[in-house]
């Protein structure tokens, strides 16, 4: 199972442009870690996530395009590594 795990989250796709990486999956997986050990929930949902994320994203994101959490929510859902789970309900997020 650990095992499993640390290996979905090595197979995450990370942007990159110009050579440097895009904070936004790992900055909104961060969040969901520490909301599971906080509050030990099982779904997170958007409007949550976006309130601690959007900041965290314009802060340290190294692109000069406006972004905010809705693309690292959607593009984890998406990804390969199966982090976003295959059973998210609309608006909300697996806490891993």
């Not at 499993?4 to 904070?23: E, N, V, W």
């Not at 870690?33 to 900041?55: G, M, N, S, Y």
């Not at 965290?56 to 990804?79: C, E, H, M, S, W």
């Amino acid at each position: 199972m650990q095992g499993d795990l640390l290996q979905r989250f090595d197979s995450i796709r990370i942007f990159a442009k110009g050579g440097k990486l895009a904070p936004h999956k790992p900055l909104l997986l961060l969040y969901a870690l520490a909301q599971l050990k906080k509050e030990r929930i099982e779904r997170i949902a958007f409007t949550d996530a976006e309130v601690t994320v959007d900041p965290l994203i314009q802060t340290y994101g190294p692109f000069d395009a406006k972004t905010t959490v809705a693309y690292p929510y959607a593009r984890l859902a998406n990804d390969k590594s199966g982090i976003g789970g295959s059973k998210s309900t609309r608006g909300t997020l697996p806490a891993i």
